[in-house]
């Protein structure tokens, strides 16, 4: 079974790793084109083109991959594996493969389709989330389900953290379904179109702290947004980036203003009025400082106690 593997970011190079070390025969990677990164702008290969080229494994990069059905073909594929490849499949291109098109997705379904089901789950406050393995069709992440592995979400855990370990587990899953696959004989369960949620892409504005939220669900939003777009808020001209907080009991801020800064003691931390008490933004960052924890950031007099921050 000769297969085709479409990826791009971090997240997709475990699954491809563990699909060659299993000994399945990659006979082509595609992927998203290099792109500048960082303040020099260098262009650099997305990750999965990084290990395809280290594994001498033929790689395409269209910029779109619509346009370029021959060349899909001529891999000469009878299965394709996708994964966080970041662009839609025609019917054309589902057609190149007899084996079909087979999506590993970071979600549960139908519940968390579409762009951002691993933000999505942490923001809404989710204690469990998986992985699973869908054939591709025609449509936003709606085909049917072959295999679905779950996780707890543990308290603390942020978006990063969070990805790496649903990197493991479809890598896990995806070589249990190729070989079901490869076996036939396999059985598919429909998705149905009850509890249907499609999220979309996070953007920068979704990341800004609203103090007129719970602790809870402000807490939930940073850990949402780490490593990025990162959680942020403003306090007069400064901007600060929020990596880590948590709920905080406090005694006689029921006077205070939601976003009021409720102490000037540094052990105290970085104590913020909001909607059920006080949030503790423990990891900050200044415009074009270090990370620090909250205390310190108070320590400094970057803000103080009684100043407030925008919501």
């Not at 001498?56 to 001529?74: C, F, T, Y």
């Not at 992985?131 to 449509?139: A, D, F, K, N």
């Not at 900050?284 to 620090?292: I, P």
């Not at 310190?296 to 407030?308: A, C, M, Y």
Request: hydrophobic share 40%.
């Amino acid at each position: 079974m000769k297969i085709v593997y479409a990826g791009t970011p971090d997240f997709a190079t475990l699954p491809l790793q563990k699909i060659i070390e299993a000994g399945f025969e990659v006979v082509g990677v595609i992927t998203q084109a290099d792109k500048p990164q960082g303040r020099k702008g260098i262009l650099t290969p997305p990750p999965v083109k990084t290990l395809a080229f280290e594994k001498g494994i033929p790689v395409l990069q269209p910029e779109k991959i619509r346009d370029e059905i021959e060349a899909v073909k001529a891999l000469g594929g009878d299965i394709m594996v996708t994964c966080a490849y970041g662009q839609i499949l025609t019917q054309a291109v589902l057609d190149c493969f007899e084996k079909g098109v087979w999506n590993i997705h970071a979600g549960l379904l139908p519940q968390y389709r579409g762009a951002s089901p691993i933000q999505s789950c942490i923001l809404n406050g989710e204690t469990e989330t998986g992985v699973s393995v869908m054939q591709t069709e025609l449509g936003l992440d709606c085909g049917a389900v072959l295999c679905v592995e779950k996780t707890p979400i543990r308290e603390t855990e942020t978006y990063g953290e969070l990805s790496e370990r649903l990197s493991f587990l479809g890598a896990e899953l995806i070589v249990k379904a190729l070989k079901r696959i490869e076996k036939g004989g396999y059985t598919l369960t429909p998705q149905g179109e009850e509890n249907v949620n499609v999220v979309r892409k996070i953007d920068k504005e979704q990341a800004k702290i609203d103090f007129h939220k719970t602790a809870k669900e402000i807490v939930d939003l940073v850990r949402g947004m780490n490593p990025a777009p990162v959680a942020f808020t403003q306090c007069g001209e400064n901007k600060i980036n929020v990596y880590r907080a948590e709920a905080a009991a406090f005694d006689g801020g029921e006077a205070a203003r939601i976003g009021e800064i409720l102490t000037d003691r540094p052990k105290q931390g970085l104590l913020v009025k909001c909607a059920d008490g006080a949030v503790k933004l423990t990891e900050v960052q200044a415009a074009g400082g270090k990370k620090m924890s909250g205390g310190d950031f108070l320590n400094g007099r970057k803000v103080q106690k009684g100043q407030v921050f925008e919501c």
